[in-house]
């Protein structure tokens, strides 16, 4: 069993900045290798990941050895997840892949098993050495890998651990559910879950942050802090959001073997502009 733990890190703002500077790299070497990927098809010919990391290799030390003052998996990574990527868009499982964007992509980058290592609430990053972490791994199994992600102003990593153990217990019981705005799940015994509709109860302090953020000038200090701002306020609401799901997911799979949802064609209904804030603050895809 594959279990994940998201836990917040408590960097310095020298190990920030090597957090910041690797997601570039991790970043760079995505958009290089697109790019080469796209070019390479173009030409008629047939581009694989482990051939693109290998041109970029030949070619790293002079034209990027700014690269090499990371992680190596910072521009390791990318190569693998292109190639992922490209595979899921052929089987027509995914949209075919897009450049990242700095402002508007999340800053992130990827750790294998043997490039990190986990202490006392801390971990251990090479090149860097040491970041406290606010807690301890919940999970005793071996721990796969890691990716360093940054949401609003705060630092993150998730550990992918693999647990030994026999798969749960099967639930005989089963049960329908009905998804929809006013009450976000009503089961086919009567129960249901009332939609906590946090977006709308933040929106007017949301759209007063807005307003500051656009009332500062582009590039300035006080710009950059009222987009924190917004991002914070963001933050805050998925997740108040995530942890009702959380909740309430968790509970119905424990009491019920077999689950019937109703299907959604969710994409059609955000095209109706009066209900599309109420379905995405609904966050029914994620249900």
Sequence with gaps: MIKAHKIRLHPTPEQANYFARAAGTSRFVWNWALAEWNRHYEAGEKPTALKLKKQFNEIRREQFPWTWEVTKNASDQPFLDLGKAFTAFFEGKARRPRFKSKKRSKASFYLANDQFELGDHRIWIPKL?????????????????????????????????????????????AVGIDVGLNRLATLSTGEGFENQKFLTTALKELRQANKRLHRRKLGSKNREKAHR???????????????????????????????????????????????????????????
């Design 129 to 173: 050495g040491w970041v406290n972490i606010a807690e301890n791994l919940r999970f005793k199994g071996k721990v796969t890998g890691a990716r360093i992600t940054k949401t609003a102003d705060w630092w993150f990593v998730s550990l992918t651990v693999e647990i030994p153990g026999e798969l749960p217990e099967k639930r005989k019981g």
């Design 229 to 287: 701002q917004v991002a914070r306020l963001h933050y805050r609401i998925t997740c108040m959001r995530d942890d009702v799901l959380h909740k309430m997911t968790t509970r119905i799979a424990d009491c019920y073997g077999i689950i019937g949802v109703e299907d959604l064609n969710l994409k059609g209904l955000l095209k109706n502009r009066r209900l599309a804030r109420s379905f995405s603050d609904a966050s029914l895809g994620k249900l």
